[in-house]
């Protein structure tokens, strides 16, 4: 079985982390809001950020919910992009709101249609780059949508979690009265089963209402954790640099070769997933997996039933293999579509 | 300063613990209700019990909180004890639900007053051993409760967090088709900062909604968090029988020297704090703090403002230095109330 599924590196995190100290030593309750130690560690990677501005969570998932439900007005509407990452709508119903819908034209945002639903929704939700999309918005858009959503006093959730895997320029950090930046370190560090998250945001009204929130909800995220984040912050910069470089070459191969095989997709500039589209996708999902022993996603799952989520998490010998197989269903079944 | 306020235990958690692996290795994404190895653990800890019954959670909390939240009805009441856990009016308002109380007398439940509300709850939280009033329900009373809960068709929500400090019998485990049991490696093993909680339920339909929303809300728990409590699970059983013997002579403590300050307080038969009775106890606490530098919890945050919570989990000698602060504040300042 080669699994095209996963959301998970397959690096493995920076040797930092394990130089955190097991014990023996007593475990009591840390702060709601997450170690400060952390916290300073993690402001001084943006702008003009304090310490204060940040809520260490139990990864992105938890701060997605927890602001949700901190800015929650019963029946208000909350845009999000389609395709979405699947637990998008679950959080929204789950606060208590109803999602509305962007579309993403191969993984684009159009701004007008965008704009026309902006000024009815009581928040947004952006994802660059995106899951399952491997889309990243162009700045320009950023900054429009930024002072459109200041405008219409919208509240701006703003997913980055894939922000250091960005392949075509620096990640553009949305900025905001209003704007609250998820963050994880599952992706950049390879910490996924750890489940350190965070949210930051500069609106002191929501940061303040999260950490009450979490109080009750959660408490502290896992201290050991979050000293092992800590230390992954201590990792050069250059790991993630290297890194990123091991991807592109992943998204070059599996988009090159995705191409000749006559898929229609569009390059990825983020994360790691490739979005081809098929005839009767959920059909290909099932015969790839029973068939070739190949896992992928239905695109149904994020909102689009026309395409296969393909994530490239995996080392280009089974990439490579794992395409071969895709090719052999190409020739063998698919034309029968 | 000496802290009564503390609801964590001073002693280190069991020396097992720290046998745990912590690298160089990879910390993929877990099983989203919990990993297999601990949960069939925990199951032997319960009559019956299968390992599909549990969802490992970050700390009781998140249990309490996901719970709430998989049997929600907007507008329904959920009946609470007072004094009160002070997390769970939040609770069961941010499930969009109404709390309803039920009152404690010096700590015990009066069953016909109960049985009066709970025909109009759809659900119930009983916390025995309680926080904050170290108070243990009879047994004939928490199997009545067990009937009427089942025969109203009333979710049951057993917070047992302190099931392993009861001074006085075994814990009685409450049951039934609705009963959804909380706890936690907390206050047993001393890991409340590594948050390792969870549910245990028979009522399958819960267990898979609270999966559902864990999968969107915060994922799994923190993996080395749970093989960590899988380890503590290793502990001899007499650790947790001499730590309850030690937890018994600082009960027997303070009870005692309280009585003899006159002071108005029951017994504690479980849990690790007294619940005295003072004239304005907000001032008391304030007087407390600033005056005796002595750290207390007003007992309006549980709910009940005619008393103050002094936690003993801290060792012998301050306790008897904190109490005697207590006894100089009671000869200059407390006659002039």
Redesign the interface.
Known sequence: MISFGSG?PDL??P?E??S?R?????????LIQGEEKLRTAIAKEYPNAKPEQFVIT??A??AI?LTL?AISRPGARVLLPVPYYY?YP??VR?A?MVPDYYKLRRGKIEIESFLNKLSRAHAVLINSPSNPAGSVQDVEVLKHIEKMAAKYNVHVISDEIYKDLIYERENYLLKGPHVHTINSFSKTF??????VGYLFSKDEEVVKKVIE?K???????????QEMASKALQAPKSLIEKQRNLWRERRDFIYATMLEMGLDLWKPEGAFYVFPKFKDANRVVSELFHKYKIITYDGAWFGDPTRVRFSYALDIERIKKGLDRVKAFLNKEYRSY
Chains 1, 2 share one sequence.
């Open positions: 998970q493995p995190p040797a982390l394990f955190v097991l014990g023996p030593r007593k475990f009591p309750y840390g139990n990864g998932s938890e919910d439900r637990s679950h959080n789950f208590g390879a910490m996924c089963g750890l489940r929130m109080s009750h909800t959660a408490m502290n995220t896992n201290v050991l954790a």
